[in-house]
């Protein structure tokens, strides 16, 4: 996946193995960005890719 493609919040479920309202409380706090076109909600990849970098580097 290119760092501009965009994933649908349950994408970011299944991948982080987290609950809909765990993924709208990292959108709420900005922990994760995303986009919205018309009703729908998008996460960038690299907005993900980022998320998941900075929590490998908290716990090492």
């Not at 996946?1 to 809909?20: H, I, K, N, P, S």
């Not at 709420?28 to 970098?53: D, E, M, Q």
């Amino acid at each position: 996946m290119a760092d501009d493609d965009l994933m649908t919040v349950a994408e970011v479920m299944e991948r982080l193995r987290l609950g809909r309202s765990a993924v709208y409380d990292l959108l709420r706090s900005k922990r994760l960005t995303s986009i919205t076109i018309g009703r729908a909600r998008r996460i960038p990849y690299g907005s993900y890719r980022a998320f998941v970098a900075s929590r490998l580097e908290e716990v090492a």
